[in-house]
């Protein structure tokens, strides 16, 4: 079995912290594309890693989406 996976077979996220995962992506994508990728208003109305932390700490729905951006992006990175 693969140790970098999960056991629904999605690779695991273990110590990276959501705050990096939004760090990354606004350095990699800019807030712009965060905010088409993942349409929720922290990221389109005066978008600050603080603000956008705060939501996502308490919005699960939305934190999975950041975290499959940020695996979908990572992969890319990877890649190239």
Same mark, same amino acid.
């Given at each position: 079995? @693969?140790?970098? !996976? #999960? /056991? @629904?077979? %999605?690779?695991? /996220?273990?110590? *990276?912290?959501?705050?990096? +995962?939004?760090?990354?992506? $606004?350095?990699? +994508?800019?807030?712009? =594309?965060?905010?088409? =990728?993942?349409? *929720? %208003?922290?990221?389109?109305? @005066?978008? $600050? *890693?603080? $603000?956008?932390? #705060?939501? /996502? %700490? %308490?919005?699960?729905? =939305? !934190?999975?989406?950041?975290?499959? /951006?940020?695996?979908? $992006?990572?992969? !890319?990175?990877?890649? *190239?």
């Amino acid at each position: 079995m @693969d140790t970098n !996976r #999960k /056991l @629904d077979g %999605r690779p695991a /996220l273990e110590g *990276i912290t959501l705050e990096m +995962m939004v760090t990354q992506l $606004s350095e990699q +994508m800019g807030w712009g =594309a965060m905010g088409n =990728a993942v349409p *929720i %208003r922290c990221f389109t109305h @005066d978008p $600050s *890693i603080k $603000s956008s932390l #705060k939501f /996502l %700490r %308490r919005t699960p729905w =939305a !934190r999975a989406k950041v975290e499959e /951006l940020y695996l979908i $992006s990572h992969v !890319r990175v990877k890649e *190239i």
